[in-house]
C-alpha cells in the first residue's frame, strides 16, 4: 500500500494533544493496513523514525434516522510513538 493511502488523516483531540509531549501521535488509518505499513507510512510521510505503533478498531454505530436507520463507519485508529528527538508538526 502507498503511504498516502495508509494513512487518512492526522487525529487531533484534546487528548491527543497532551499525548504529543511524550511524542505520541494518532491518527486514523485504512482498515486493511497493518502495523508495519502504519510505520513505513509515518516514516515515510514526516520524516520521523518510529518506535512503536498501537492500533485500535471502533466499531461502527447504528444510528436512527428520519427515514430508518443507518450505520456509522467502521474506523481505525493508530497511535504512533516516535524517537525523543523527532517531532511531526501537525499544526
Known amino acids: 500500500m502507498e503511504s498516502t493511502t495508509v ?3 492526522p487525529l487531533v483531540t484534546e487528548k491527543n494533544t497532551a499525548g504529543t509531549e511524550m511524542n505520541r501521535y494518532a491518527f486514523a488509518v485504512d482498515r486493511r493496513a497493518n ?3 502504519i510505520k513505513r ?5 514526516y520524516k520521523v523514525r ?6 485500535s478498531h471502533r466499531i ?8 430508518g436507520f443507518t450505520s456509522t ?6 497511535v504512533v510513538r516516535v524517537h525523543r528527538d523527532d517531532r511531526i508538526e501537525l499544526f
Open 35 to 37: 502495523k508495519l505499513d
Open 73 to 78: 463507519g467502521d474506523v481505525r485508529k493508530a
Open 60 to 67: 461502527g454505530k447504528l444510528r436512527r434516522t428520519r427515514y
Open 41 to 45: 507510512a509515518v516514516e515515510d510521510l
Open 7 to 9: 494513512i487518512r488523516k
Open 50 to 55: 518510529v518506535i512503536s505503533v498501537n492500533t
